[in-house]
């Protein structure tokens, strides 16, 4: 049987540098028990579940400034706009 979820560990620095562009560190927020290590994971699976990893990257090479919220597309945006302070 075929896995049909993206590579985790793209999807792990997908997810990570989508909140880094938005001055987001999810190891902080992890820290202060704002996200468990179980949201987390279920972040990264989300994201590996998507089929916007191409265009993400492109987002991601795109921000030449800090973002104020997640892309639209991105399937966790929802839970990264919650996290931001």
Known sequence: MKDILG???KHFWLTRSVARC???SLTEA???G???AE???EMVTKCRAADCS???AIW???QQAKADKAP???VNAQALNALKP
């Open 39 to 41: 949201r987390y994971a």
């Open 60 to 62: 991601l090479a795109e």
């Open 34 to 36: 704002l996200l468990s």
């Open 7 to 9: 590579d985790v560990e």
């Open 22 to 24: 938005m001055n987001l």
């Open 54 to 56: 191409e265009t993400c």
């Open 30 to 32: 992890m820290t202060e």
């Open 72 to 74: 639209e597309f991105c």
